[in-house]
């Protein structure tokens, strides 16, 4: 466009560019505090009252279809938060990241707290579903707001950081979740109600994203890319899609490896799960102190991630699998703020709402269908081993496609992390 000021090539551009707001001092440490809280709330309803499945099981045995009715209570929130994401973030861009973050953490208690009150298995499954949607709108929010805060290795640092959040609050939620069933199995419903602490403080600590100027872009820039990037948005989305499958496969089924292999006891697989967890949170720390672009290195941790699956398909013992696992997991702990990370350097202020929507339904639909997809697996080769290195040999398989696509476009290395893409 003639008089306009074309955007730099992404090489170009200053990876320590400043953020939007400060990065020290106390405001900044609630801030910060504040959406960790609140990227954490989703996988809270993930796991909270998996221990308590057998006592729900219990009690609602006279209901016909209840074995398959009650294990659905844990799993349906996740399912719709992957269909209703997208939305989301088509309601973050048109009301405000702020004030649907707000609203949606306190309606998050009202539906999360529901079951203390209802005795219908289907009233609380519906409940459960409404908490979906309120953490599909607190997810979208959460990420958006960190990439509208945050510039260059700053953005990089906290989406590292809430995925080192989330990994390490699943093992903390499982825990509580036991604890508090013991009184009960409604007893750990009272854990959601946490978010009408988060609400006011959120109200009063986030600053408003709405009320500033767009500091990634010059308004002649935002202007000529108000249209959406659809083309971009959709491959890394279907990758994400594919990560997220490839992210779970450890946490999901791993007790059911270390069973194949002779080991029962609850202690142990416990521990080879916490171990393995563990080496997540070692991947997105060693991510966010590469300083690298995403782009550059998701072969390279898709490649690291089919290498754990290669040892975990060979492993004839425990200890094997437990090695396979944490190379694994350091691999996946990398992979998952790679992907967020290059998806938001795709996005203007504009659409980063929506375009946040998109990744984090490709994620939660990636995890829904992963026990699926390794269930086809294992029963066209015969073992959920056999299963994983399936999954192993098609991350190798996308690590070279990516790897060789970046070689014809010139893009061999790491080079500094965009803040958005020409």
């Excluded at 209570?73 to 989301?88: K, Q, R, W, Y």
């Excluded at 450890?250 to 916490?274: C, R």
């Excluded at 290498?307 to 699998?321: E, I, K, N, R």
Aim: overall charge positive; charged content about 10%; proline content about 8%.
């Amino acid at each position: 466009m003639p008089g306009s000021v074309p955007p730099p090539p992404p090489a170009a551009i200053d990876a320590t560019a400043p953020s939007a707001v400060a990065v020290s001092g106390p405001a900044h440490l609630l801030r910060v505090t504040l959406l960790m809280a609140g990227s954490c709330l989703p996988i809270l309803g993930a796991v909270l009252i998996a221990p308590v499945l057998p006592k729900m099981q219990d009690h609602f045995a006279s209901v016909p279809g209840a074995e398959a009715l009650v294990p659905l209570a844990l799993t349906v929130p996740a399912l719709a938060l992957a269909l209703l994401a997208p939305f989301a973030g088509v309601i973050v861009d048109r009301v405000g990241r702020k004030r649907l973050l707000i609203v949606a953490t306190l309606l998050y208690a009202v539906f999360g707290t529901a079951p203390l009150w209802l005795d219908s298995l289907g009233g609380i499954i519906a409940g459960r579903a409404l908490v979906g949607v309120a953490e599909a709108a607190i997810m979208t929010c959460c990420t958006t707001l960190i990439g509208d805060y945050y510039s260059g290795r700053q953005r990089v640092k906290y989406l590292a950081l809430q995925t080192m959040c989330a990994s390490a609050s699943a093992t903390v939620f499982f825990v509580l979740g036991g604890a508090a069933g013991s009184a009960g199995w409604r007893v750990p419903f009272w854990v959601y109600a946490v978010s009408l602490v988060l609400a006011p403080l959120m109200a009063i600590a986030l600053p408003d994203p709405a009320t500033r100027a767009d500091g990634d872009e010059t308004p002649a820039v935002a202007q000529a890319r108000r249209s959406f990037p659809w083309r971009q948005s959709a491959g890394i989305c279907g990758l994400t899609f594919f990560g997220a499958m490839v992210f779970y496969t450890v946490p999901v089924e791993m007790s059911y490896l270390l069973d194949d292999l002779g080991v029962e006891n609850p202690g142990v697989i416990g521990l080879a799960t916490a171990i393995a967890s563990a080496a997540t949170v070692g991947g997105a720390v060693a991510f966010a102190r590469l300083k690298r672009s995403p782009d550059p290195m998701l072969p390279v941790v898709l490649a690291v991630c089919a290498v754990g699956f290669g040892v975990m398909f060979l492993a004839g013992s425990a200890p094997l699998l437990v090695v396979g696992a944490v190379v694994n997991c350091v691999g996946t702990g990398m992979l998952l703020p790679a992907l967020l990370t290059s998806a938001m350097s795709r996005l203007a202020f504009e659409d980063r709402g929506r375009g946040t929507g998109l990744w984090t339904a490709a994620f939660f639909g990636g995890e829904f269908v992963c026990p699926l997809v390794l269930l086809a697996g294992e029963s066209a080769v015969g073992s959920l081993a056999g299963a994983v290195g399936l999954l192993g040999l098609a991350a190798a398989l996308v690590a070279a496609v990516l790897w060789a696509a970046r070689r014809r476009v010139g893009a061999v290395g790491p080079r500094p992390l965009p803040e958005r893409l020409a």
